[in-house]
């Protein structure tokens, strides 16, 4: 067989690994804590696509088709009318529903529309696993702007092919892009080993490229050389299926394992299928090309596109209050922008058989309606607000409070000093033995709670998860300043399985008495995922009490920023009274005749502070 035969058909099963990622990608979002690695979809998508692209560009070249514009003209064609139209849509709804997410949006779509959003992502340090002031309708742009970047470099990739072809030599380019591909994945760990941060594995091209690299390594390799016997195959399609499916179910986005090598299994075990399903003596590609799943995996992109933008709007406008209905609406509105959207952007596929022109009497209209849109979408974004409102004093408040942690330390040692008298001052009886644990939601609050609770031990960061946690106990505990009683505000940032909050209580121990705050936000998609986390443990655990924020900031939502989730000042009293109510504290005199210290511990910097 040919390579140009080999190379030009229509592949068996493909669209439907295309449908089975992109359901991992949106129950993901609408359920994060039940599917919990349905993000690895995308990676899943770059195997695909690298090797798609691998295959579609060996058959041109054995026709004499290959030409390096034209690859460039039909990328362009098939990624920016669906974009555009995405893009118009989503600044016209926000100008009707949602005027304050068009606030600071134009950085941000000029790095869609020229193919960097994802650095960008990463210069604002925008964690896509602790979404919240930092969310925007765009978020999950970041992949087209990893597969726009590899485009630009393919052309130059598969020359190398192409001259080893002239030379008669095999293999080279396969290796050179397998090795960039470890080099990649080797890349991803490295930089969560110095970081300990996801979000530059997750985002950075150099990590991520590793999928499109393997994808198109092995689609440059003639088919017959990766055929094998039925039993081997099947058994190897059930092993990939099977830790496929067990790795989207419960590979965590911010667990360590993650960037450790599980993402880079996951685009091995994506490319094994896709060859497994594109060899015709097994079953598979005819399996997967069902019709439904078929017909979904051919509009998986513009899926992809809308899914986002009507999550990150249904969230917040709360239309239906019912998270199951919410669920269901949002499914359907996605799944119908799609089909418009990809009738429009390839209206052939939908008006006429191939080859039929009769469907470009449609063409021209749809192009010069979606040019109009995205001038309107063009127009809006120039009249969007460039300052970001009272999310700016947020911003100013949590550096500020970050501000006075820091400011209150002593010259840095080089080892952790053990906490002497004169550095903490004994505080009042009754919180003297309180420390707290939480977000920035309690960060925000630190005065308040400072004012509340005299004399307490507070470490609240920007974006904590529950994980994270584990550290923070151990550091205050070796430093014998973690208390008897213990308030956590853990949740905000993401959902966590009751599994994982009972490690924390049993790290904690039987002896302690332990406060958890339920999380709140009028767009939190997890919210209740967290919650119903946190009211499992209070009825697992005698020790467990919970102190119900989510139920006071229902009836307050004023007390809150733009955002919907950090606090005001007004708040910021509300929620220390809650806290402080909940431990049974009587309210301290007034600030002004109080002398008594309050003590705050920064983990990362290992120092008890004292500010009297």
């Known amino acids: 067989m040919n390579q140009s035969a080999r190379t030009s058909r229509y592949l068996p099963g493909l669209d439907g690994l295309r449908a089975i990622a992109i359901l991992g990608i949106v129950l993901y979002h609408m359920f994060p804590g039940a599917v919990r690695g349905g993000y690895l979809g995308v990676t899943m998508f770059f195997v695909l696509s690298g090797y798609l692209l691998a295959r579609t560009a060996a058959a041109n070249d054995a026709d004499g088709r290959w030409r390096t514009v034209g690859f460039y003209q039909k990328r362009i064609r098939r990624i920016y009318p669906a974009l555009l139209w995405v893009i118009a849509l989503t600044l016209l709804a926000l100008l009707l529903w949602l005027p304050e997410g068009l606030v600071g949006i134009r950085e941000e779509l000029e790095s869609i529309l020229f193919g960097y959003q994802n650095w960008w992502q990463i210069v604002q ?143 091995v075990l994506s490319v094994v299928l896709a060859v497994l399903c594109t060899q015709e003596d097994l079953p598979f590609g005819r399996v997967l090309d069902w019709l439904p799943l078929k017909w979904l995996g051919q509009r998986s992109y513009e899926i992809y596109l809308t899914m986002y933008p009507v999550l990150y709007l249904m969230e917040r406008l709360r239309p239906i209050e019912d998270a199951l209905w919410r669920h269901l609406a949002e499914g359907g509105i996605i799944l119908a922008l799609a089909v418009i959207i990809h009738a429009l952007s390839v209206p052939k596929a939908w008006l006429a058989p191939a080859g039929d022109p009769g469907w470009k009497w449609f063409k021209r209209p749809a192009a010069i309606v979606a040019a109009m849109a995205f001038s309107m979408g063009l127009l809006i974004t120039l009249g969007a607000p460039v300052e970001a409102g009272d999310l700016d004093a947020l911003e100013e408040l949590l550096e500020a409070n970050r501000a006075q942690i820091e400011a209150t330390l002593p010259p840095k040692a080089t080892e952790t000093p053990t906490p002497t008298q004169e550095a903490t001052p004994v505080p009042t009886l009754n919180t003297a033995d309180v420390t707290m644990v939480g977000d920035s939601v309690m960060l925000g609050a630190l005065n308040a709670l400072q004012d509340a609770l005299p004399g307490c031990t507070v470490d609240a960061k920007v974006s904590r998860q529950l994980w994270d946690a584990y550290a923070v106990l151990d550091s205050l505990e070796s430093s014998g300043v973690l208390g008897s009683t213990v308030v956590l505000a853990l949740g905000t940032n993401g959902p966590f399985s009751v599994e994982d909050g009972q490690g924390i209580i049993d790290r904690l121990g039987t002896s302690r008495k332990i406060y958890w705050v339920t999380a709140f936000g009028t767009s939190l998609s997890w919210q209740e995922q967290s919650n119903d986390s946190i009211r499992a443990l209070a009825a697992r655990n005698r020790n467990v009490t919970i102190i119900d924020w989510s139920a006071l900031a229902v009836d307050h939502t004023d007390w809150l920023y733009s955002d919907g989730i950090h606090l005001q000042a007004e708040g910021q009293q509300g929620y220390a009274a809650m806290i402080r109510d909940a431990l049974g504290v009587t309210p301290p005199p007034p600030a002004e005749d109080s002398s008594n210290p309050i003590v705050i511990w920064d983990a990362e910097q290992g120092i008890t502070l004292s500010d009297p």
């Not at 990590?207 to 055929?227: F, K, N, Q």
Request: hydrophobic fraction near 50%; charge should be neutral; include cysteine.
């Open 125 to 267: 340090n925008q964690d896509y696993f602790s979404r919240i002031t930092s969310t925007s309708p765009f978020t999950h742009m970041w992949s087209l702007a990893v597969e726009l970047q590899y485009y630009l470099v393919w052309p130059l990739l598969f020359g190398l092919w192409r001259l080893e072809q002239k030379d008669g030599s095999r293999n080279g380019a396969v290796g050179v892009l397998v090795t960039l591909a470890l080099v990649s994945a080797g890349v991803m760990a490295y930089l969560y080993y110095l970081t300990g941060d996801a979000s530059r594995s997750y985002y950075g091209t150099d990590a991520r490229v590793h999928a499109l690299l393997l994808g198109s390594a092995v689609g440059l390799i003639p088919a017959e050389r990766l055929r094998c016997s039925k039993g081997l195959g099947c058994t190897l399609f059930a092993l990939c299926a099977a830790g496929y499916l067990a790795l989207a179910i419960l590979l965590d986005g911010a667990s360590a394992a993650a960037y450790y090598g599980l993402i880079a299994l996951t685009a």
